[in-house]
């Protein structure tokens, strides 16, 4: 059973940090590519980061290049998401997902797999 478990949401003032973490499990992680997507209220799901554990350059939504920062433990099955000088239109919960295809991360693309979600609030 394909398993992902985000951890890390919280409460931050404007210009704080958080880290998220997904831990995978129940596929070859080096196989998929994992990222992360966020939903603010009354907004639509948009993609934010993405990474393959095999090798590759990460991709970054424009919103958050030079904020954001994601990478992967192999030995963890684990993704992470740094997030510096949060701002408060970053507030959202954010998903964790995994496809085969990095493609998956572009608009109009659903990945296969997601997590439950958690929430950041980001407080102006």
């Known amino acids: 059973e394909v398993q992902l478990v985000e951890s890390g949401g919280g409460l931050v003032q404007a210009g704080g940090s958080l880290r998220l973490s997904c831990a995978a499990s129940?596929?070859?992680?080096?196989?998929?590519?994992i990222g992360w997507f966020r939903q603010a209220p009354g907004k639509e799901r948009e993609g934010v980061s993405c990474?393959?554990?095999?090798?590759?350059?990460?991709w970054y939504a424009d919103s958050v290049k030079g904020r954001f920062t994601i990478s992967s433990d192999n030995a963890k099955n684990t993704v992470y998401l740094q997030m510096n000088n949060l701002k408060p239109e970053d507030t959202a919960v954010y998903y964790c997902?995994?496809?085969?295809?990095?493609?998956?991360?572009?608009?109009?693309?659903?990945?296969?797999?997601w997590g439950q979600g958690t929430q950041v609030t980001v407080s102006s």
């Open positions: 997902a995994a496809d085969l295809y990095t493609a998956a991360f572009a608009p109009g693309y659903v990945p296969d797999y």
């Open positions: 129940g596929f070859t992680f080096d196989d998929y590519a």
């Open positions: 990474i393959r554990s095999s090798g590759g350059d990460a």
